[in-house]
């Protein structure tokens, strides 16, 4: 029996007869003698919605998959040039010099993605200050941590070594008066280096900003000289390996919260083994600081931080600037002017006024002719830093003691280091009007007990 249903249509059988029905799509009854089976016209507009629908999604499927493989691509290289930084820097080496030494835990690897939180992506209202050497930034750590991050402008590919040993140095050093470095970054193109935040600027602004607000007395200037020396004098001689800081001035000498000295920005700084005396190397420090005999021969000794302490000494002694463009050329040193009037028996003429009226007279002629010591031209002739400090500390003891005997003063002053005598017969002092006080009226400093 022919099937009576269209070809493409379904027949169902039913009791004593059939059924015919259309594929979807399709209207009609589904019979060859019938109206058969009719395609459902679909309106162009809603065929049109559709396609474009269809279209959309389509693209927004296709934007979507390039978005993320961008962004995989994207943080895929981000990975690579970190990994390839990190081992350019010396983060191999590093890890294991710290396995090695047992260190891993003072050395703080930071990852940039950390350091750029804190710094709310290096904007320049987090920026510090900004020298030679490059920028400063404030950042808070998700600690809540306050730091001080140091973003270098070049990096020696030559000395990633030398750097590495550095860091894992620094890192060891632990000392009241020296700034402490937390960590570094080697993520980048250029290390970036992590030290505790010191809130109360530097001595540099301190001296040319004196303010009613915080005084920078005499007694403030004489502490802040000792404390600064004995930093010194323990990066020098208390360090497993002496280390030399090289750029001593008093913008890298900031105050803490209780306006306690720390010395800071070790970037130029360098240790050298205890076997060598000297360290041959490219000139680097800021002139006005610079120990001439490391000028001209390039040879950075122990004497050339002594020399730049000297010209921060003789800064807290006359509140000028290490280097005048206002003056004439042979008198832009305030190194060689302080000397001339040290030499013309002068010194009064170019000591701070505030200096002048706060400062007893024997305290001052110590100090004056201490840094004059340091910035000797023969460097076989300036002291050692250690000695400096002790006698700067001997120096800040005698103001809170009033009696003691020349012997008491000799016994402190003598094992360890030539005595402080303002008494020598090559020095006077200038009075208030102008007259010369003899050398032989000039009473040695002395050290009281009550």
């Not at 029996?1 to 259309?22: E, Q």
């Not at 002139?287 to 000028?295: I, V, W």
Request: charged content about 25%.
């Amino acid at each position: 029996m022919n099937n009576p249903c269209i070809p493409y249509g379904t027949c169902t059988n039913t009791p004593g007869s059939y059924r015919c029905s259309c594929p979807s799509g399709y209207r009609g009854d589904g019979k060859r003698n019938g109206s058969g089976c009719i395609p459902i016209s679909v309106p162009h507009g809603k065929l049109a919605i559709g396609v474009g629908l269809s279209a959309g999604m389509g693209l927004l499927v296709l934007l979507s998959t390039c978005f993320w493989l961008y962004k995989f691509q994207k943080k895929r290289r981000s990975k690579n040039r970190k990994e390839k930084f990190y081992k350019r820097n010396g983060g191999l080496l590093l890890q294991q010099i710290s396995t090695d030494e047992g260190i891993l835990q003072k050395t703080r690897l930071f990852s940039v993605k950390e350091l750029e939180k804190a710094t709310d992506h290096f904007s320049e209202s987090r920026i510090l200050g900004e020298g030679g050497q490059g920028m400063v930034y404030k950042g808070m750590l998700s600690d809540g941590k306050i730091v001080a991050i140091k973003k270098s402008k070049v990096v020696d590919e030559n000395q990633v070594e030398q750097f590495i040993n550095e860091i894992a140095m620094l890192s060891q050093v632990i000392h009241r008066n020296v700034v402490k470095l937390l960590g570094c970054c080697l993520e980048t193109e250029v290390p970036l280096l992590v030290y505790e935040f010191i809130c109360n600027g530097t001595l540099y602004d301190h001296i040319r900003d004196n303010n009613d607000e915080f005084p920078l007395s005499w007694n403030m200037r004489l502490k802040i000289g000792v404390e600064v020396s004995e930093a010194l004098a323990y990066l020098h001689s208390a360090t497993s390996i002496p280390i030399y800081h090289r750029d001593i001035k008093s913008t890298n000498i900031l105050l803490d919260e209780k306006y306690v000295a720390r010395v800071s920005d070790f970037g130029t700084s360098r240790s050298i083994a205890v076997d060598h005396t000297h360290l041959t190397t490219l000139v680097k420090g800021t002139f006005g600081y610079l120990d001439p005999e490391y000028f001209q021969l390039s040879q950075f000794t122990e004497k050339s931080d002594v020399y730049s302490f000297g010209v921060v000494l003789v800064e807290l002694l006359t509140g000028q600037r290490p280097i005048s463009l206002a003056k004439m050329e042979e008198e832009r040193s305030l190194a060689t002017r302080f000397l001339l009037c040290m030499e013309a028996h002068n010194l009064k003429t170019i000591l701070d006024s505030q200096v002048l009226e706060q400062g007893k007279r024997e305290e001052l002629i110590a100090v004056a002719k201490l840094a004059q010591r340091c910035l000797n031209l023969n460097g076989m002739k300036m002291p050692l830093m250690k000695e400096v400090a002790m006698e700067l500390e001997i120096i800040k003891i005698s103001q809170t003691h009033s009696t003691t005997s020349d012997t008491k003063y000799q016994e402190l002053l003598l094992p360890k280091s030539k005595a402080i005598l303002v008494s020598d017969d090559d020095y006077t002092w200038t009075s208030t009007s102008g007259n010369i006080i003899p050398s032989s009226e000039v009473q040695p400093l002395m050290i009281h007990t009550a």
